[in-house]
């Protein structure tokens, strides 16, 4: 799902996710929980300010923003990318 995300640009554009809008509302990001790389895109997964936890993924040149996943404050894990080892879990 494509989102607007308001960023830190450091030397590379969409370097660090501060808020972001789903429709009419406005999250911000609390705390980065994790980052990683692949190979057309980078990902972030935040705490945000209504307690879930988002992956976005930013993509590199033109692709803008999406929403990969995203759990509410309370629920189970969702599970995360393929391959992806991160003891805490994409979305634990």
């Known amino acids: ?4 995300v308001e960023s830190y640009d450091g030397y590379r554009s969409g370097e660090r996710p ?3 809008r789903l429709g009419e509302k406005r999250r911000e990001v609390v705390e980065i929980l994790d980052r990683w790389f692949g190979e057309d895109h980078d990902y972030f997964k935040v705490l945000a300010d209504d307690g879930g936890v988002y992956v976005l993924r930013c993509g590199r040149g033109a692709d803008g923003w999406e929403l990969t996943q995203y759990r509410a404050a309370g629920a189970e ?3 995360g990318p393929p391959g992806r ?3 805490r879990g994409p979305l634990n």
């Open 85 to 87: 080892k991160n003891p």
């Open 18 to 20: 501060l808020r972001f």
């Open 1 to 4: 799902m494509k989102i607007r």
């Open 77 to 79: 894990n969702a599970g």
